[in-house]
């Protein structure tokens, strides 16, 4: 048997031949929008984000424009991805400490993320990733979530930050932000809630995989 580091990269080196291309992901164009947009997909698809975003964007393009939006006009605006309410609250918060706090900027630092009502390690780490070219975690989202404990990388029901401790330590930092998209894009394709072994090139190096054709 391979040792754990040996599997997720051989894995993760098979994701990156299989898909030329990751995502859909939210779309963004600045490190607020793209705060914004990872926020808004707390339960809801990116799709269904971006759908949101592209007039929301040309609205709202500084801190203090949701600092000082109307409540109710975001919630209305928002409305579609979901708990638009609490959405609604996080994103005129976090307008209100940029300008407060940071000058209205996105700061590069997690402490100071998680600060940001909405904000948890999920959504810092991809905020420092992809906005900043900082590593410090994998992100761990719904497919992450399922796919790390069927390939065997880490104990299954353990949360997601326990997750992102146990991938953190076998994979290097620059490989971070890929394991999100790569196990994401996957997850979508292939290895679905029912996932779809047969079709998929980790089979032979992913233990769930390989318990089933034993069965
Ligand atoms: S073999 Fe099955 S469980 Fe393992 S990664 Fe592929 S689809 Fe998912």
Redesign the pocket.
Known sequence: MVSKRKQAIEALSRLRKTYPVTGPFVEWSNPLELVIATVLSAQCTDKQVNKVTRSLFLKYKTASDYAQANLKTLEKEIYSTGFYRSKAKYLKRIGEILVEKHDGKVPDDLADLLKLPGVSNKTAYLVLAKGFGKQVGVSVDTHVKR?AP??GLVKENIGADAISDELGKIFDPEDYLDVNEYFIT?GRA??VRV???DK?N??DI?E??RL?KIR
Request: proline share 6%.
């Open positions: 796919i069927r390939l996957h292939v290895c996932p779809k072994c998929c980790l089979r992913c769930y995989g089933k």
